[in-house]
């Protein structure tokens, strides 16, 4: 594999050498405007002055233009628009790299009469496996929130174990460019994004964390002015009960000041279920254990907020400030029933814990952006400071029986959460006349994270007792700094292209628990993380591409944290402060032809972080933690197809997985390994120019791991859209995860015990969607980037 690399890197760098022998290349800019001094939106394409045939195009908004990578002495400029008439100007090479033109003037003309209809593609496969998928206009807009969208998308799930991509594994979050957290994404509208694009192999400007991004892209509008947006949905499940979800949206431009305000709010209630049975067969460690916990969430008050202001010093600069917030009043209950049989004597217990949760998360950014030339070039500077504060205090009502007698108690959890994150970032970016990029850049992020539990319990309405083996305290920090190289090329007929990069990080952390005073755990270590990916044009409809990325997948801090997580005498979850990072190399073989994409991929991971049932200090008792497997081999391949047909679009994939663990210290059984299969099929129809008509299924079969075996999945919605009053109010009806198929569940035997277990969600629901836009708004400005979601990810 190194040899090939190699090889493809000295053959690339050779035809650039020989090609730039006996070629020139500039760049063409300037502006468009016309008698008046408007200056307008449109087309520029260069032609050959002699048979006008076509060598390159672009799009310009505001009268700026630019063409790249122009190789002829001499060209014909077309200039062509809506909002002016057509213009040609003969243009010679003059020996610049970058040839700026004076003011082109050009006339305009009136758009009362015209009306412009066109369709935009659904799916969008890229040769290095990117997919791109739109979301604006679609049904998916009317979500109640992101995960909704993702776990619609192709080769996206959503499930227990978080956002993951398949094939590759768990995912990274990005918006417009920057990092999120899947906290935030319930900040994002998704009646404003304009498309989501899947990327499988990222590269080194991206984070090292996660296996694959999904980077999520809102709305760009085109004129000075304003746009409010309303939205409003109403969801019923017979799983999860109602739910209400409102939403406003503003964003304004006028001159050099620009900016945006929103603001969201949740009521109503929302389920999950977890059904778990703990077999031991061996005579001498006889065990059955049946745990039923049911979490009914009221959502008293759920709100999410934020103020976006950029001032633009000029054209090519800007600066920017943003303030996020979320405001959260929890209240609901947990019930839970455990019943144990034992080679002695039967009990049960039951637990309602009433939820009193209050959490208040504040976020503050500050950007600068320079560009520095019209190819491209740019520096950002960035800094992102935020506040989580959440406090708990949860009373728990226990009732047992135990050897015939009849026992109550009442517990109090109580919890208080502080993190603070400061996040520091500076990228650079120049683009040379030849088509080549060098990207670079600095990364600084400082994380301190403490806890504090207290676990109180008392008898026969006695005072309330503070259990020290329940109760902690808990401080983590940590110091991240990263640094990024990335240069992209490509031979001049742009048959191959290529991109190589390389990212650093060095990492120091300590950890402080009050059970364990005298365990302090201090490390640092460095890492490095190469990329390559490379991509072939055989013919115009036939690309082939290779990719080699190397990840890594930190723990979240709240895994990290050993306070137990009380659910009953038996029972509680808790974190593992000894877990390590997981460290993953994937290569992946993409082929493109036509609209069918095909891909096959290897990826082997060292340290694989998973969830376990272990057995606590009492041979009845077992622990919800996260533990490291020794490594994990996964294969995958894939076939998709995406067509447009009339007033039909659709996509069709079928893949195949197939993973192995190797277990390290932990006493797993194994069960083998078999193929795992993923279907997903979305079909669009527009019934009429104002209906529309969306249906989406996906499947996921039984998946045998080697250590673990998890039951198939699937899901069916059917959604129908109509818009009113010129589209300004749309109404949709949506009827998801009909069937309820949703379910993750699974067993594995670990430590002699055989574990089974069923975990439901309000994925099944109906919902009326309404929307209402007004206000005109042509581009939003607004270009606020969060440059510390890489940590506030990890928060919880």
């Known amino acids: 594999m190194k ?25 063409i800019t300037g502006k468009v405007q016309t008698k008046s001094g408007y200056f307008p939106s449109g087309n520029v394409v260069a032609l050959h002055p002699q048979d006008s045939s076509f060598i390159k195009g672009a799009f310009f908004q505001q009268g700026v233009f630019t063409l790249k990578d122009i190789t002829q002495q001499e060209v014909l400029l077309k200039f062509s628009s809506l909002e002016f008439e057509p213009q040609l100007l003969r243009i010679k090479y003059q020996g610049n790299p970058i040839l700026k033109l004076s003011a082109i003037i050009v006339k305009g003309v009136s758009l009362d009469d015209i009306t412009v209809t066109a369709r935009k593609p659904v799916y969008q496969q890229k040769a290095n496996g990117t997919l791109e998928v739109l979301i604006e206009n679609t049904v998916l807009s009317a979500s109640n929130s992101v995960r909704e969208i993702l776990s619609k998308s192709p080769d996206v799930i959503v499930d ?12 990274i979050l990005y918006l417009n460019g920057q990092r999120i957290t899947e906290e935030q994404l319930a900040l994002i509208v998704p009646a404003n994004i304009q498309k989501v694009e899947i990327i499988r192999n990222p590269s080194a400007k991206y984070d090292a964390e996660g296996a694959a991004v999904i980077h999520i892209k809102t709305i760009k509008k085109n004129d000075d002015g304003y746009q409010v947006r309303l939205l409003q949905n109403v969801s019923h499940s017979a799983f999860g009960g109602s739910q209400m979800y409102s939403n406003v949206n503003l964003n304004y431009n006028q001159g050099r000041l620009s900016g945006q305000g929103y603001y969201s709010l949740r009521l109503g209630e929302e389920r999950m279920r977890l059904f778990t049975t703990r077999n031991r067969d061996d005579v001498a460690t006889f065990l059955r254990t049946r745990v039923d916990t049911d979490w009914q969430y009221d959502f008293d008050y759920y709100a999410y907020y934020g103020l976006g202001l950029q001032y633009n010093l000029n054209k090519n600069s800007y600066f920017s400030l943003k303030y996020d917030g979320f405001s959260e009043v929890l209240g609901g209950n947990q019930y839970s029933t455990n019943n144990i049989v034992d080679n002695t004597n039967s009990s049960e217990y039951q637990n309602n814990m009433y939820f009193d949760e209050r959490d208040k998360n504040h976020s503050f950014s500050l950007n600068y952006q320079l560009n520095l030339d019209s190819l491209g070039s740019s520096l950002f500077v960035g800094g992102q400071f935020s506040s989580f504060d959440n406090r708990a205090d949860n009373f728990i009502d226990e009732r047992s029986i135990e050897n015939g007698a009849n026992l109550s108690r009442d517990l109090n959890s109580l919890l208080d959460l502080k993190i603070n994150i400061l996040a520091l970032q500076a990228d650079f970016q120049t683009v040379f ?3 080549h990029t060098l990207e670079a850049g600095l990364r600084y992020n400082y994380v301190d994270n403490g806890s504090a539990t207290d676990f109180m319990m008392r008898q026969n309405d006695g005072a309330f007792v503070k259990d020290n083996n329940l109760s902690n305290r808990f401080n983590y920090l940590e110091t991240v700094g990263a640094a990024y190289v990335t240069f992209k090329g490509g031979t001049r007929n742009q048959k191959l292209n290529y991109s190589v990069g390389l990212r650093g990080e060095y990492t120091h952390y300590n950890l402080e628990v009050s059970q364990a005073a005298d365990q302090l755990i201090d490390s ?102 996260r533990i490291n497997l020794e490594s994990k081999s996964h294969f995958f391949a894939s076939v998709s197809r995406s067509f447009s047909y009339k007033r039909w679009t659709s996509i069709n994939t079928i893949s195949a997985n197939y993973t192995k663990f190797s277990k390290g210290e932990f006493d797993f059984e ?59 109010l749309k109404v949709r009806l949506i009827a998801n995860d009909i069937f ?27 919902r009326l969607s309404l929307t209402y836009n007004f206000g005109q708004i042509k581009k939003a400005r607004y270009n606020n980037k969060s440059v510390g979601e890489e940590q506030k990810k990890r928060v919880r």
């Open 740 to 766: 309820h198929g949703v379910i993750a569940a699974g067993s594995y035997n670990v430590g002699e015990t055989d574990i089974y277990y069923n975990r439901r969600w309000t994925t099944n629901y109906f």
């Open 670 to 728: 194994e069960v083998g390994s078999r193929p795992n299969f993923y279907f997903y099929t979305n079909h669009r129809f527009d019934l009429t120019k104002s209906l529309q008509a969306e249906v989406l299924f996906w499947y996921l079969s039984d998946n045998y791991e080697g250590l673990y075996h998890r039951r198939s999945m699937h899901n069916l919605t059917i959604a129908l859209s109509k818009s009113f009053f010129a589209k300004a």
């Open 3 to 27: 040899k090939i690399i190699l090889a493809m890197v000295c053959l690339t760098l050779f035809l650039d050498f020989t090609q730039a022998l006996g070629q020139v290349k500039y760049a």
């Open 160 to 171: 227990d174990e978080g956002i993951s991509v398949f094939g590759r594994g768990n995912a």
């Open 524 to 625: 640092t270590y460095f890492s490095v993380f190469p990329n390559f990916l490379a991509s072939l044009k055989l013919t115009n409809e036939h690309i082939i591409s290779l990719a080699y990325t190397s990840r890594i997948r930190r723990p979240a801090y709240q895994r990290l944290n050993p306070v137990l997580i009380y659910q009953d005498p038996y029972t509680s979850i808790q974190g593992n402060p000894t877990l390590m990072p997981s460290q993953a190399h994937a290569f992946e073989l993409n082929s493109q032809i036509k609209e069918t994409t095909y891909k096959i991929g290897y990826t082997y991971t060292n340290n694989h972080f998973t969830g376990a049932a272990i057995r606590g200090d009492n041979p009845n008792s077992y622990v919800l933690t």
């Open 433 to 435: 006349t030849n088509n």
